[in-house]
């Protein structure tokens, strides 16, 4: 925050840091930092997303929002000794980047005491997201690295949180994430998954690891700034493969909306939320899953995303 002086309106105390601009708060170190702890536990209470015993499988990437989940999370799980969280990291396979990330989330771990597991799309599905790029992106096969990587992602977290015997996966998605994913999900007209998109997914299927995003109610710029207050190292190089994203559209004009009409994000989460019972009630039999007919894994469709990907890659 730029040249504040003024008092903190929370505590009415000490010098302001930040400025809430959707709220109208002007927040100092302390308070700043309680509101997003107390924001991130309202969510978990909300959502009902975690129990009292819990293993949570918390994927770490090392970037910001990942290292924030992490630690906020064994903040706020230190109240609950029987639960416990276990930090786990899909290597993609993109050379010159990835190592870096890696490095993050390792070092977070050790400081905060907690197991930490790394896995592969080369162990999961023969490839590494460079040799998928290598073998489409001349191809005829029309689909951005990005596409790949979500869907085999995705598939990647759910192997490994159950691999680990989590109860939870917990997801590093902050507001402005959810508010992107859902306008994309708008403009390719896939209403199916917008059904599909929940601060907490239950889906009640022996081989499906539920997952919630806790951070789902708080800004990046906060994340940011929590992890610069906390002091807390994260990984800030872009991804090589991020110019293909229809997602980097989306998030510029969702920031340009933000600054002229602040609380723009929060509002199109809200309306989300509002229609989504009704949006569940309409695709309830495509949302239930079954299994993949070709890998077992939990899907709503005969053959799941990742395995209709990796054969279309076979082809090539």
């Known amino acids: 925050m730029n040249n504040i002086k003024t008092i903190c309106t929370k505590c009415k105390k000490k010098p302001a840091v930040f400025f809430r601009k959707y709220s109208g708060e002007k927040l100092c170190k302390k308070?700043?930092?309680?509101?997003?702890e107390n924001r991130i536990k309202s969510t978990i209470s909300r959502f009902k997303m975690f129990k009292e015993d819990d293993r949570i499988a918390v994927?770490?990437?090392?970037?910001?929002d990942s290292v924030v989940l992490l630690y906020a999370l064994n903040k706020i799980e230190e109240k609950f000794p029987k639960s416990e969280l276990i930090a786990i990291t899909i290597d993609e396979g993109i050379k010159g980047y990835r190592e870096g990330s890696l490095k993050i989330a390792r070092k977070i771990s050790r400081l905060l005491a907690i197991?930490?597991?790394?896995?592969?799309?080369?162990?999961?599905?023969?490839?590494?997201?460079?040799q998928i790029v290598e073998k489409t992106l001349n191809s005829d096969l029309k689909l951005a690295p990005c596409t790949f990587c979500g869907v085999l992602r995705r598939k990647a977290l759910n192997l490994a949180a159950r691999e680990v015997h989590a109860d939870k996966l917990a997801m590093a998605h902050n507001l402005?994430?959810?508010?992107?994913?859902?306008?994309?999900?708008?403009?390719?007209?896939?209403?199916?998954r917008l059904a599909r998109l929940?601060?907490?997914?239950?889906?009640?299927?022996?081989?499906?690891?539920?997952r919630v995003k806790p951070l789902l109610e708080v800004p990046e710029n906060e994340v940011t700034f929590y992890a610069y207050l906390r002091e807390l190292d994260f990984f800030s190089n872009p991804c090589p493969y991020a110019q293909y994203a229809l997602r980097g559209d989306i998030k510029d004009f969702l920031n340009k909306m933000e600054e002229k009409r602040p609380g723009t994000k929060f509002t199109i989460l809200n309306t989300h939320l509002k229609l989504l019972p009704i949006l569940k009630q309409a695709f309830r039999k495509?949302?239930?899953?079954?299994?993949?007919?070709?890998c077992g894994?939990?899907?709503?469709?005969?053959?799941?995303?990742?395995?209709?990907?990796l054969q279309k890659l076979k082809r090539l």
Do not use: M
């Open 31 to 36: 308070c700043f930092l309680v509101s997003v």
């Open 59 to 64: 994927g770490v990437s090392g970037g910001k």
């Open 115 to 130: 197991e930490h597991v790394v896995f592969s799309f080369k162990d999961f599905f023969d490839y590494t997201l460079d």
């Open 176 to 192: 402005d994430d959810e508010s992107q994913t859902i306008l994309i999900n708008l403009l390719r007209g896939d209403v199916e």
């Open 198 to 210: 929940e601060p907490a997914q239950f889906f009640v299927h022996p081989k499906f690891v539920p």
């Open 286 to 294: 495509k949302i239930s899953l079954r299994e993949c007919k070709i």
């Open 297 to 309: 894994e939990p899907t709503p469709h005969e053959i799941c995303k990742a395995c209709e990907l």
